[in-house]
């Protein structure tokens, strides 16, 4: 059933813009501070255990618009915890495994024997957050290992402890994939669409039944390292479902992010937006218009990968 707000808005689409790794570097920080005052970025996921954290803390305060939220790490950073209470999960640097892939196949292999550690380590991040004054929003893990069987169980139920509303999953619609990519024989594309679909068939009905919240389409698979304002423009005309999100990972010390800071602050992009009538939100002003929530996922919003 589609909720009074949507039925007054008719049929309107809404679109969360998110920058990923914020507070990990005083670099990224000042993207995402550029990003919000261009007015494109409507959201970001803040790493708890970045080594910018205090600072994206104190900017997240400058823009109260900003729907903050938790970018659960674990591979390639560092751990809230002290290495000694999670040996398992970090090396001998007290760092987790760089390689996101590798770390997956150890958090699997390992799983009984960590799943213990994994848990007090993503309560910890959730913990940093909230000792700051930040009731996340939305919740998503760098790299996406969240997707992960293991780790999206853990996250999911700490995320519904925690009040927070929505959950990432990684789904672009195959029209997207087919229209934009495969016309240049991105098989890379096709390929990242139908493991992720597979992977999200178990998490979308685990995120249903924990009552979270994910959207009809996460926008930014296929463009990981190239999402420019080129590709911004020509992703827009492929946005489809009541609810989307486009994540970037703006950065002004690599030339992947400045290249995805300026998209993220390009008026041409605004411009396309509003020609196609999708409406930029945040996610606390998302989760505002689909109140009340009956606990399956997106509801009550028609659920469609297409």
Not at 247 to 271: C, F, N, Q, W
Not at 273 to 283: C, E, H, N, T
Request: aromatic residues 8%; neutral net charge.
């Amino acid at each position: 059933m589609i909720n009074e707000a949507f039925q007054s808005a008719g049929q309107d689409r809404y679109l969360v813009v998110v920058a990923d790794d914020f507070g990990r570097s005083a670099s990224v920080n000042r993207a995402v501070a550029m990003a919000c005052d261009a007015g494109l970025l409507t959201a970001a996921s803040l790493m708890a255990g970045g080594s910018a954290f205090e600072e994206a803390v104190g900017l997240a305060g400058k823009y109260p618009g900003l729907s903050v939220g938790l970018h659960v790490t674990l591979s390639g950073e560092c751990p809230v915890l002290p290495p000694a209470d999670i040996p398992d999960l970090v090396n001998d640097n007290g760092l987790f495994d760089k390689n996101p892939m590798r770390a997956g196949i150890t958090y699997w292999r390992s799983k009984d024997k960590i799943a213990s550690q994994i848990e007090a380590e993503v309560k910890a991040q959730f913990d940093k957050l909230e000792g700051m004054g930040i009731q996340p929003t939305h919740v998503d893990c760098h790299h996406h290992l969240h997707m992960h069987p293991l780790l999206f169980a853990v996250i999911a139920r700490e995320a519904v402890r925690r009040n927070v509303a929505w959950i990432r999953i990684p789904l672009e619609p195959w029209s997207f994939v087919f229209g934009l990519h495969l016309q240049t024989l991105d098989m890379k594309a096709v390929f990242m669409r139908l493991l992720f679909g597979l992977i999200a068939i178990r998490n979308l009905r685990m995120a249903g039944e924990c009552g979270l919240r994910v959207m009809n389409n996460v926008y930014g698979l296929s463009g990981t390292g190239r999402m420019n304002e080129e590709y911004l423009l020509a992703l827009l005309p492929y946005v489809k479902g009541m609810v989307s999100e486009i994540y970037l990972h703006p950065d002004l010390d690599s030339s992947p992010g400045r290249e995805e800071m300026k998209a993220a602050t390009s008026e041409r992009v605004i411009d396309r937006l509003k020609a196609f009538g999708i409406r930029l939100v945040g996610f606390r002003e998302l989760t505002a218009l689909l109140s009340p929530h009956t606990g399956s996922a997106a509801d009550p919003v028609k659920y469609n990968h297409g």
